[in-house]
Structures are given as C-alpha cells and as structure tokens.
C-alpha cells in the first residue's frame, strides 16, 4: 500500500489563487521529503528539499516566495504555490524516506497534484 | 550525483522478458544504482536498488556489471501493466541526508499486446 499520501490529486482554480498540497508519510517519520514538478512529457525536475524544523532548500531557479514549504512535523510537508499563474499550471509530486540511511533507502512519492491555473 | 544513460524508447511483446539496460561510467563506489518507474499520470515508484550485487525482488532483477559501470533492470515476464517510464539513478550513500534524486529522461516502455 501507499506510503506516501499525497493531497490533493487535481487542483484547477483561477488565476492568483493560492494552492496548498499536502504530502504525509503514512507510516514512518520523515525528517526530509523532496517536492519535485513534472511538465508534461518532461522529466521530474526537484524544485525543493524540505526539512523538518528548519528552511527549506531550494534548487536554483526555484522562487522560495512563490513556492512556499512547510514542514512542521515529521510526517508532513506542505507546499504552497503562491498567487498561481498559468505557467505555474504542473504535476507537483513529493517524496520521503525511511531513516537516514541515504543512498541505500528508496525513496517513496506520491501520487503527484495535478495543478491547472485559469 | 553522477549521469546515467538510458535509451529513450524499448518495445517489448507481452509475457516475454524485458532487459533495460543503463550505463554509468563515472559511478562512484559509493553509488547505489537505483530504479524506479513511472506510469502515466502517477508518482514514481520504486522498483529496486543495489550496490555490487545483483538484486531479486518481487518486481524486477537487477544485474550489475563487474566494473559497476553498467546495469540491467529485468522484467521477467512482461505485461501491459508494466508499460511505464523507468529511470535509473545513482543515489550516492557518502552525502548523509542529502537523498535527493536526480532523474534524467528514462526509457519509455512500450508492451506489444
């Protein structure tokens, strides 16, 4: 089953309208998960890692005050697409991983947001 | 994290074996070789992972070279279901906490009914 909980599945809202999409690890706690946004026929490109008590840190490109990241507890990040355009119009998936063993853990995703902007 | 080439596209007949090769030639020693695969309109989802040794699990083989500069992801028995995107991807283990993945552009697998 899932491990990764990823809401909502489809968002479509108007221009400059905020979007929250939350991403929670179901049974094991997280301190990182990863946001990443897919266009379409592209490759996941990582927007963002999220730590949890602590900033964000984003890859370069990526507006830290467009893309807001919260990660208040161990099992939940949020990511918040601020005063959305069309061009911000994606398919927003998370990950995380169990432990802290690195290279040797998968890493779990959600099943990905679908965001479209009017 | 170092590069992986994959080819773009593979076709393979229903209920035969699939072999989805990847080359890394600048792998490090310690970089795990990850897969993962992705369906249309879903998440990744991890399918297997190794370091010098070939893997089996419920899903897939992975068979991994001597030199670890290349490596096979084998789908034993394909079926329609397993039409997906699949990735490989070196995740190094000396970046403690640092897990992120870098994915390229993958193969696109196609399954002949």
């Known amino acids: 089953g899932a491990v990764v909980s990823q809401h909502p599945s489809r968002v479509i809202c108007k221009s400059g309208t905020s979007v929250k999409i939350e991403c929670r690890s179901l049974d094991f706690q997280a301190t990182t998960m990863f946001w990443y946004r897919q266009f379409p026929k592209q490759s996941l490109m990582l927007m963002a890692t999220?730590?949890?008590?602590?900033?964000?840190?984003?890859e370069q490109g990526v507006e830290k005050d467009k893309f807001l990241i919260n990660h208040a507890s161990l099992t939940l990040s949020t990511l918040t697409v601020t005063s959305a355009h069309p061009e911000d119009s994606s398919f927003y998936i998370c990950?995380?991983?169990?432990?802290?063993?690195?290279?040797?853990?998968?890493?779990?995703f959600g099943d990905g947001t679908r965001l479209s902007i009017l | 994290d170092a590069k992986t080439t994959q080819p773009n596209s593979m076709e393979s007949n229903e209920e035969e074996p699939v072999h989805l090769p990847c080359n890394h030639s600048?792998?490090?020693?310690?970089?795990?070789i990850h897969w993962y695969r992705q369906l249309p309109s879903q998440g990744p989802e991890y399918v297997i992972h190794?370091?010098?040794s070939n893997v089996n699990n419920r899903m897939a083989s992975l068979a991994i070279a001597e030199d670890r500069k290349s490596s096979t992801l084998i789908l034993h028995r394909a079926t329609l279901r397993d039409a997906a995107v699949y990735y490989c991807?070196?995740?190094?283990?000396?970046?403690?906490?640092?897990?992120?993945?870098?994915f390229g552009t993958g193969t696109r697998l196609t399954i002949i009914p």
């Open positions: 190794g370091l010098t």
């Open positions: 991807i070196l995740r190094s283990s000396s970046n403690f906490g640092n897990e992120k993945l870098t």
């Open positions: 999220s730590n949890e008590g602590s900033k964000a840190t984003y």
């Open positions: 600048t792998i490090s020693g310690t970089d795990y």
């Open positions: 990950s995380a991983g169990r432990g802290t063993g690195g290279g040797n853990q998968p890493q779990h």
